[in-house]
């Protein structure tokens, strides 16, 4: 299989030995140990504040997106949603299912966020923002610049699910003035899924010390507190996080995550380049570097995914709803190689041969 999806993304040689192993038990100083490297790891590669923690959550990333609208907001905020797609969308239905007053940036798929959106919502009032900086669906890597600025000057908290971008993109949440951070173990981590992590910034920290949540598993507070000795409230995929670990170590021998940014935003440009001479073309203007979604000029987007599925055994990414038939995305995380786009370009070729792709 070779899998260019952008999640689950294929994993490394160590992280699927690792998967082949006897799962340990996991309330022991060993496992405690191991959790407190993860987290470690993770504020340093998100550069968090030093006083910043971290709570690995057992559920896809959704289920840290949902647990951040629980544990961080209230009927109190005044919420603004970006929302440029099928994420954005789950950020604005999470708001909805958590009577959390919220106002939605509504963007056209694939339209990146200007300023002239934001100027509307200047000095009205907002508490907060939310964003997926890297909308996955439609490929678009909004200017976290930009946003933080607003941010900013308008002393808003600021949520960042950066799940599908972390480890592909530069990301400095001191710097950028983000409060939380967001990830899932299936995406640059190259993990299988299963796990999600939050990264909490000190105000974050201090909302979720002054939030009530009606919600057990979900509970920031009890995530937290069992952290301190790097332990969770309830059996975690313990699997999962000693893959986690492991491949935190590795990115952190290679060079930390500035190597692992260059080296996915390398392979990216690699891709695209060597694409540039098919019918498709880049259908956003500002894409991060894990992943390239492509407008198909003249057949069914959904039909080259399912012929590369069936008859090349590769992997891509259809898209759903409106843009099904017209947008497939290629990704650039996990563990793929410049040889790998080779393999996929010399199959949309054939495909392009055979009049496949219109
Ligand atoms: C993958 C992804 C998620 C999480 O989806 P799950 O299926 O719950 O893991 C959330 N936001 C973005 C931007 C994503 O790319």
Not at 154 to 173: P, Q
Not at 215 to 237: I, V, W
Request: proline fraction near 4%; charged fraction near 20%.
């Amino acid at each position: 299989m070779l899998n260019f999806t952008i999640g689950p993304v294929m994993s490394g040689q160590e992280v699927l030995e690792i998967g082949s192993r006897q799962v340990p038990y996991f309330r022991t100083p060993e496992f405690s140990e191991i959790m407190l490297e993860n987290e470690k790891l993770m504020k340093r590669f998100a550069c968090a504040d030093e006083a910043a923690r971290t709570v690995f959550i057992t559920g896809s990333g959704t289920a840290s997106m949902e647990a951040v609208v629980m544990n961080v907001l209230t009927d109190q905020d005044k919420v603004l949603v970006v929302n440029g797609g099928s994420f954005g969308e789950r950020f604005v239905q999470l708001c909805a299912l958590h009577a959390i007053p919220h106002t939605e940036i509504k963007l056209p798929f694939g339209q990146p966020l200007t300023a002239e959106h934001l100027v509307p919502f200047d000095g009205k009032g907002y508490t907060a923002l939310l964003i997926n900086i890297h909308e996955t669906s439609t490929g678009v890597y909004y200017d976290k610049q930009l946003v933080g600025e607003f941010v900013k000057r308008n002393g808003l908290f600021w949520v960042v699910d950066a799940i599908s971008s972390f480890l592909a993109d530069d990301f400095d949440m001191k710097a950028l003035g983000a409060d939380v951070m967001i990830t899932g173990s299936q995406k640059a981590l190259a993990c299988p899924p299963g796990i999600s992590a939050i990264v909490l910034g000190p105000r974050a920290l201090e909302r979720v010390g002054e939030t009530t949540v009606k919600c057990m598993y979900l509970d920031l507070k009890s995530a937290l507190s069992n952290g301190e000795r790097g332990q969770t409230p309830f059996t975690p995929a313990v699997g999962i996080l000693l893959q986690i670990h492991e491949r935190l170590l590795q990115i952190e021998k290679n060079g930390g995550v500035a190597a692992e940014v260059a080296r996915t935003a390398a392979l990216a440009a690699d891709f695209r380049q060597r694409a540039a001479n098919l019918p498709i073309r880049m259908f956003s203007p500002s894409p991060s570097n894990a992943m390239t979604s492509y407008e198909v000029l003249r057949a069914s987007a959904f039909d080259i995914f399912t012929t590369l599925k069936d008859h090349y055994g590769i992997w891509i990414c259809p898209n759903g709803g409106e843009l099904r038939d017209k947008v497939f995305r290629v990704g650039h995380i996990g563990s793929l190689t410049v040889d790998d786009n080779a393999a996929l370009i010399t199959a949309l070729e054939d495909m392009n041969h055979k009049g496949l792709m219109g």
